[in-house]
């Protein structure tokens, strides 16, 4: 690929900021030593602006959580004429939003946990509203990442202050059923499963403080699972990728029980990409080492919205000239 002018878009607003910023430092690194000239787009709520003086030819998403990962940002990249990396704007929806997602997987017949959705009105309900569902169960925000305000909650007494957590990031919560078994996640890129990794949290589940504290976990590449297993878990990771829409690299996670069952938790549709993360680490056995997944990354960005725009050569500028209609609009 030739040299290109890439915006790194990274930071955010949302409560994965931080991880976030090491993300696009790693993929901004990554593309610098790839040859390309790279600009460091922090976003916040100017972003628009920034981006339409930064004039980038393609705009790599470093971005995690609320209004990055959730189809805001590619939106307006959409309007913006900007290729982006990454899945586009329904996919991003969808994948960020739990309880859509489950919706999605079970119309598709793609085994995830049994929930049930509370709204921030029933709060007060809960104990009724979670009647015979019973425990372990999990309370997670309904759109949230890297396990914030997610709790395995272990009985009664322990669910309102779970819900309330939970709520403190979204307005609506969702309460699964606490699946016992191997974690794994599946790596894919361009709809190609890459590989699944094991990851043998010390704490009880993978939370935030598992995730990003070093030597808080185990990791198993390739998942100890049978050849048979293996290659299930991959099929049905694919089978949920595809059914949610993801395009570019995607992270797909599931639990994996001593039986015979899978469930898919969710899809990651921006997964974490600092060198130690887990899509890296996969994509490192399928034979690309971390500047070749990036230079992958970014091969695949594009427009999704599909009309003339999205099949036109990407724009040199990020300043579209308005449109005929548009100017019309603006001037009544
Ligand atoms: N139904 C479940 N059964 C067992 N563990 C779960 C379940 N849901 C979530 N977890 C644990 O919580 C972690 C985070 O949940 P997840 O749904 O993937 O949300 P996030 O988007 O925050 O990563 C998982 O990696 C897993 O360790
Ligand atoms: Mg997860």
Known sequence: MGRKRVGVLLGGMSSEREVSLKTGEAAAAALERLGHDVVRIYVDGDVDQVLRQARVEVAFLALHGKYGEDGCVQGLLELL??????SGVLASALAMDK???????????IATPPYYALPAADADRILAVHGSFGFPAVVKPRREGSSVGVTVVHAADELAEAVRDALRF????????????KEICVGVLDGRVLGA????????????????TPGSCDYHFPARLSPTRYRCVLTLAEKANRAVGCTGASRVDLIVTEGDNEYVLEVNS??????????????AGAGYDYDKLVEAILAG????????????????????????????????
């Open 81 to 86: 004429g900007i290729p982006y990396t990454g």
């Open 99 to 109: 309880l859509k997602a489950k919706e999605i997987f079970r119309l598709h017949n």
């Open 170 to 181: 979204d307005d609506e919560v969702l309460v699964e059923r606490f699946i016992k078994g």
């Open 197 to 212: 990794i094991e990851i043998a949290p010390k704490r009880e589940f993978y939370d935030y403080q598992a995730k990003y």
């Open 270 to 283: 921006l997964p974490g990409m600092t060198t130690t993360s887990l899509l890296p680490k996969i994509a």
């Open 301 to 332: 960005a594009k427009l999704h919205a599909g009309g003339a725009r999205a099949s036109a050569e990407p724009t040199a500028s990020a300043t579209p000239s308005p449109s005929a209609a548009t100017k019309r609009a603006l001037a009544s």
